[in-house]
């Protein structure tokens, strides 16, 4: 049995190996997109989805027009709009489908996954590659000790904290502002 510091090590090393293979133009690109953008709108399934729910929370906090997919406040999408959409393993029907209405809606779709010749990322109008073990590449030899997408998931976390530093800078938002726009609903 590991002990709690061995496995954080183990842990800490797979993401460290994800992250530094994601190129940094992807950042730029992705920042760009945002920054870009009239609107954002993100989606995600499962838990890569709970990663965009935070992401877009910190887009908010930097003054971002935002919203989460299914939430009963999101617009509707059209030109000038951004769909960021997550599909680490890159066949996610789901994801397909609201890739499809916003790309005939006029958006531009940014996709971010593991696997870049599956259908979501074909269906994007720019993808970001982030090469993760997803639930699709979790089994046979060398797989991560962490269970099905963590590794993708977690990789996630780190790329849009990565992201959001970089667009405050961008945008020119303090400290101080973002905490302004933070909720006082607590």
């Given at each position: 049995?590991?002990?709690?510091?061995?496995?954080?090590?183990?842990?800490?090393?797979?993401?460290?190996?994800?992250?530094?293979?994601?190129?940094?133009?992807?950042?730029?690109?992705?920042?760009?997109q945002i920054a870009g953008a009239r609107h954002v709108a993100v989606f995600g399934?499962?838990?890569?989805?709970?990663?965009?729910?935070?992401?877009?929370?910190?887009?908010?906090?930097?003054?971002?027009?935002?919203?989460v997919v299914g939430d009963m406040t999101t617009p509707a999408i059209g030109a000038g709009d951004l769909l960021l959409v997550t599909a680490?393993?890159?066949?996610?029907?789901?994801?397909?489908?609201?890739t499809t209405v916003a790309r005939n809606a006029g958006a531009a779709v940014l996709a971010i996954t593991a696997q870049p010749c599956a259908s979501v990322p074909a269906a994007a109008s720019?993808?970001?590659?982030v090469p993760a073990q997803t639930m699709a590449s979790d089994?046979?030899?060398?797989?991560?000790?962490?269970?099905?997408?963590?590794?993708?998931e977690g990789s996630l976390f780190l790329l849009f904290e990565v992201a959001i530093l970089r667009l405050q800078a961008r945008l020119g938002v303090s400290d101080a502002?973002?905490?302004?726009?933070?909720?006082?609903?607590?």
């Open positions: 049995m590991h002990t709690s510091h061995e496995l954080f090590e183990s842990i800490l090393s797979e993401l460290d190996r994800s992250v530094r293979q994601i190129a940094d133009a992807d950042i730029d690109r992705l920042v760009d399934c499962g838990r890569e989805g709970l990663q965009l729910k935070g992401f877009a929370m910190r887009l908010f906090h930097l003054g971002c027009s935002v919203s680490g393993p890159g066949e996610l029907p789901t994801a397909l489908c609201m720019e993808v970001i590659v089994q046979g030899e060398d797989v991560s000790m962490l269970p099905m997408g963590s590794v993708f502002q973002m905490r302004s726009n933070h909720t006082n609903l607590e």
